[in-house]
């Protein structure tokens, strides 16, 4: 099974950018879709962003114009790019590889958009 870890969050102004980063070990991602997810204090885990094998990309309804989704298969890593920081994207932000039929999930990291 896959392991993986994000990293890339923190505390971030209104109108700033940060990147996140999914690397994996145990197995290469490249080969599986992989996806970004994210959780709101109260609120459910939702669909960020997935990437295929081949490269193709999809986003959740909100996100197409602000997020980017990419992947480093040297690395074994996928990345999400997040542009123009809201204060309600303030989330854990996951990352799920479809390695198995239910999925491998990471243990997130928090981003916090505040002034």
């Known amino acids: 099974q896959v392991q993986l870890v994000e990293s890339g969050g923190g505390l971030v102004q209104p109108g700033g950018s940060l990147r996140l980063s999914c690397t994996a070990s145990?197995?290469?991602?490249?080969?599986?879709?992989t996806s970004w997810y994210r959780q709101a204090p109260g609120k459910q885990r939702e669909l960020v962003a997935s990437?295929?094998?081949?490269?193709?990309?999809t986003y959740g309804e909100s996100e197409k114009d602000r997020f980017t989704i990419s992947r480093d298969n040297a690395k074994n890593t996928v990345y999400l790019q997040i542009n123009s920081l809201k204060p309600e994207d303030t989330a854990k932000y996951y990352c799920?590889?479809?390695?198995?039929?239910?999925?491998?999930w990471g243990q997130g990291t928090q981003i916090t958009v505040s002034a």
């Open positions: 799920k590889a479809w390695d198995t039929l239910y999925g491998t």
């Open positions: 145990g197995k290469s991602v490249s080969i599986y879709t």
């Open positions: 990437i295929t094998s081949v490269n193709s990309t």
